[in-house]
């Protein structure tokens, strides 16, 4: 995958699941318009009637680039949106979501994907959805930059960090470090030195995402170097 990524390649992903082709309103060989985004991104905050607040989730998933949002910036204009506060307010909302609770979880009828799973499989689907959209709005300017900036957002997310990877689940803890690798290595164009260090030094300094982390390395470490028991 990093090969794919250095050859040009940044919206390569990898997920649990089959990507939900039929949920994107445009071709994949086509990149999403600028109404589309604004639109998927007004939905977070105020998901459509009659659509639960993890479809739109998902449905944002499908028609945003796992490299991040194509209009991240705002355009000049009296009547043009502020994508900013779009992209900030989407990334509030994510985080203050939780599959985790019971009365959270959607039942298997909701959404013809989750059919036949047990509750703890669907919360897992719907938090590895929910750090995948996480990542893409990280990888805007905005996003970025909204980590140390706007009150909350790091307490919230290094709680869900810690919570999620806490699960032992493969494909949740790939979504959750790839999208924590964002807010340490910029995706947007013209990255702030001074936000990257910012960003860096404050994820460093939870003592509790960095014990995670090390059982995290320890664990894959010693399953993969020896898989067969030793006589």
């Known amino acids: 995958m990093d090969g794919v990524r250095a050859s040009g390649n940044q919206c390569v992903s990898v997920r649990s ?22 639109m998927h991104l007004r939905f977070l905050r105020q998901p459509p009637e009659d659509i639960s607040f993890w479809e739109v989730v998902e449905r944002f998933n499908a028609n945003v680039a796992y490299s991040g949002l194509v ?31 019971p009365r959270s979880v959607p039942s298997s009828g909701d959404f013809v994907y989750w059919k036949g799973l047990s509750d ?11 750090f995948q959209a996480i990542r893409r709005l990280v990888a ?3 996003g970025f930059e909204a980590f140390t900036q ?8 290094g709680r869900a960090v810690v919570a999620a990877l806490a699960q032992n689940d493969d494909a949740l803890t790939h979504a959750v470090i790839d999208a924590v690798n964002t ?40 399953s993969y170097a020896c898989p067969f028991p030793i006589a």
Do not use: W, Y
């Open 150 to 157: 706007l009150p909350g957002v790091r307490e919230n997310l």
């Open 71 to 101: 209009h991240a910036v705002s355009q000049d204009g009296i009547f043009t949106e502020n994508k900013e506060r779009l992209i900030k307010d989407a990334l509030i909302v994510l985080l203050s979501r939780c599959p985790s609770t």
């Open 17 to 38: 699941t089959k990507s939900r082709r039929s949920l994107r309103i445009q071709p994949t060989s086509v990149p999403s318009s600028e109404e589309i985004e604004s």
């Open 183 to 222: 807010l340490m290595q910029p995706m947007h164009e013209s990255p702030d030195l001074r936000q990257e260090q910012l960003n860096k030094a404050s994820i460093m300094s939870s003592a509790s995402f960095m014990r995670q982390l090390v059982n995290l390395f320890t664990l894959h470490t010693v």
């Open 120 to 130: 703890r499989e669907i919360r897992l689907q719907l938090e590895e959805g929910r």
């Open 140 to 142: 805007s300017k905005a």
